[in-house]
C-alpha cells in the first residue's frame, strides 16, 4: 500500500515537473518582454554620454522619448495577431514564431548604425512581446492543474520583474550593444527550449484532433484527470454545429454575446485599472526620488533595489496566489495601492519628511500593485474567456492594456504640468479604489476551479439565452 502511495506521489511530481516545463516555453517570452521594457533605461543615459561609437549620432529629447516609448504602440497590433494565431496554428507554434522575431530585433538594436536602426529594433521587439502578452496566459491556463495554474500565472509578473532586473544589470555594467547581444542569445536558446512544449490539449480539443489532445493531456495531467478530459470533449461534441455559419455571422454571435462581452468588460476594467492608477509612472518618478536621497553616481544601485523589492514582491505573491482567493488578493492590492499614492499625495503637498516619506510611499505602492493590480488581470485572462473565445478575448484584452500602458505613458507629463504631482497621483489613487470597489462587487472567484467549472459558472451568469437565442437564429438565416 505504502508503495502505491509512494508511486502515485512520484507520479504526481513528475506531472507537476511537465507542466512547469511547458510553461517555461511563454514565460521565457515574458523574461524576453521584461528585458525590452527595461532597456531605454539603462540605454538612453549611454546613448547621451558614451564616446564609443563617434559615428553614432546622439539623439534629441524628441528621439529620446520615441527610443523609449517606441515599443508600446506596436505590442497592441501584436495582441490582436496572436489573437488570431492561437486558433489558426496553436498556443505552442504562436509561442515558438516569435522568438526569431525577438532574436531579428535584438540583433538589429546591437548593430544598429543609427537612430532610424535602432527604433525600428525596439518596434520589433515591441510587437514580439504584444503577441506573448496574449498567447502566455492562455497556453498556461490550458496546460497546468487548476491548483498549480494560479501560482504558474503569477510568475508572468515574476518573470518580467526578473527580466527587467537582469537588463538594468548588465546595463549597469555592460555597454548598450553587448546587452543588446546578450538578449539576442537569449531569444535564441529561449527558440530551443521551446520545441520541447507540448500543445495545448483545448486547442487540439477545439481543432477534432482528439487523438492528439488526448495524449497531451495524459503527458501533461496523467490517467487520474481524465474525467475532467472526457467532460471538456464532451463539451465540445455537444456544441458542434453541423451549419457552417459565415464570417459575418460568427463575428455579430460573439460580440452581441454576454458570455463573451461580460469576461471581455472585466477583463478590460482590471487592465484599466491597473495601468491608470500609473503604475509606469510611478516607477519613473521613484527613481527621481532614489536619486536625490542617494545622489546621481548611485542613481543605477537605486534602481537595481527597486527591481529587486519588485522581484522579492513578485515571488512572494506566487506563493499567496495559492493560498489565498483572487478576490482578497485584488481587495488587498487595490486598497493598499489607492492608500500609498494618497500617502504620496499628500507628503507631496504638505511637504512633510521630504524625500523618505515620498520614497517609502512610492515603494509600498510598487509592493501593494505587485501582489496583484499587475499580475491578477494575466491570470485571468487565461481563465475567464470561453474556450472557443479565448484567442480573440485575450487579444484584444490584452491590446488594450498596452494601449492603456501607451495612454499613461503619454499624458502623464501634461497631468503634472497641470495637476502637478500631488494631483496626479491622486488622481490615480481614486483610479485604483474605485476600479477596485468595481472589481470587488463583481469578479467572480475561479480559484482551484477547472476551466470547465469556470466556462459553466459564466454561462449561468449571463444567462447565456441571448448566445443560444442568436446561434438558432443564425442557423435558420443561413438555411
Known amino acids: 500500500m505504502e508503495k ?6 512520484a507520479s504526481d511530481l513528475r506531472l507537476r515537473v511537465r507542466q512547469l516545463l511547458t510553461a517555461l516555453s511563454p514565460l521565457l517570452g515574458i523574461f524576453l518582454v521584461g528585458l525590452a521594457s527595461g532597456y531605454s533605461a539603462v540605454l538612453l543615459p549611454q546613448l547621451k554620454v558614451s564616446t564609443d561609437d563617434e559615428d553614432f549620432e546622439r539623439p534629441t529629447v524628441n528621439e529620446q522619448s520615441w527610443i523609449a516609448s517606441s515599443p508600446i504602440p506596436s505590442m497592441a497590433p501584436g495582441c490582436w495577431l496572436s489573437g488570431v ?3 489558426k496554428i496553436g498556443r505552442r507554434k504562436s509561442t515558438a514564431l516569435a522568438y526569431p522575431l525577438f532574436f531579428i530585433g535584438w540583433a538589429t538594436i546591437g548593430f544598429a548604425p543609427d537612430i532610424a536602426s535602432l527604433l525600428v529594433g525596439r ?58 547581444y546578450i538578449c539576442a542569445g537569449f531569444a535564441a536558446i529561449s527558440s530551443l527550449i521551446c520545441i520541447a512544449a507540448k500543445e495545448s490539449p483545448t486547442w487540439l480539443i477545439n481543432k477534432g484532433r482528439t487523438d492528439q489532445a488526448r495524449e497531451s493531456w495524459i503527458y501533461l495531467r496523467g490517467w487520474k484527470s481524465l474525467d475532467e478530459y472526457q467532460a471538456l470533449e464532451n463539451s465540445r461534441t455537444r456544441g458542434r454545429k453541423t451549419v457552417k455559419r459565415s464570417l459575418y455571422v460568427k463575428l455579430r454571435t460573439t460580440f452581441t454575446s454576454r458570455f463573451f462581452l461580460w469576461p471581455l468588460g472585466l477583463m478590460c476594467l482590471f487592465f484599466f ?20 536621497v542617494t545622489g546621481p553616481e548611485n542613481a543605477h544601485v537605486g534602481t537595481l533595489v527597486v527591481d529587486v523589492i519588485r ?5 512572494i505573491t506566487c506563493y499567496l496566489i495559492k493560498k489565498r482567493s483572487r478576490r482578497t488578493m485584488t481587495f488587498v492590492s487595490g486598497f493598499g495601492s489607492a492608500i500609498a499614492l494618497f500617502l504620496l499625495s499628500l507628503s507631496i503637498y504638505f511637504e512633510f519628511g521630504q524625500p523618505w516619506c515620498s520614497c517609502v510611499a512610492l515603494l509600498l505602492y510598487i509592493v501593494f500593485s505587485t501582489m496583484g493590480l499587475l499580475p491578477l488581470p494575466w491570470i485571468l485572462t487565461g481563465e475567464l474567456f470561453p474556450r472557443k473565445l479565448k484567442g480573440l478575448g485575450s487579444g484584444i484584452a490584452t ?12 499624458i502623464a507629463p501634461g497631468m503634472i504640468l497641470s495637476l502637478q504631482q500631488y494631483g496626479t497621483f491622486a488622481i490615480y489613487g481614486l483610479v485604483a479604489l474605485v476600479g477596485t470597489c468595481i472589481l470587488y462587487l463583481t469578479l467572480p472567484e475561479t480559484k482551484d476551479k477547472t476551466l470547465q467549472e469556470i ?19 443564425d442557423d435558420r438565416g443561413s438555411n
Open 455 to 473: 466556462e459553466m459558472f459564466m454561462a449561468r451568469k449571463t444567462n447565456r439565452v441571448d448566445v443560444k437565442s442568436a446561434e438558432q437564429a
Open 4 to 9: 502505491n502511495c509512494g508511486q502515485a506521489d
Open 85 to 87: 494565431m492561437l486558433e
Open 311 to 315: 522581484l522579492v514582491t513578485s515571488a
Open 273 to 292: 485599472t491597473a495601468q491608470f492608477s500609473g503604475y509606469n509612472v510611478v516607477v519613473y518618478y521613484s527613481v527621481e526620488l532614489l536619486m536625490e
Open 399 to 410: 491590446g488594450f492594456s498596452f494601449m492603456s500602458t501607451f495612454a499613461v505613458v503619454k
Open 123 to 180: 518596434i520589433i521587439t515591441g510587437f514580439c512581446s504584444g503577441i506573448m502578452g496574449a498567447v502566455t496566459p492562455i497556453y498556461i491556463g490550458e496546460t497546468s492543474d487548476p491548483d498549480l495554474r494560479g501560482m504558474l500565472l503569477n510568475m508572468v509578473i515574476l518573470t518580467l520583474s526578473f527580466g527587467i532586473l537582469a537588463v538594468h544589470a548588465l546595463g549597469t555594467w555592460l555597454y548598450w550593444r553587448t546587452t543588446a
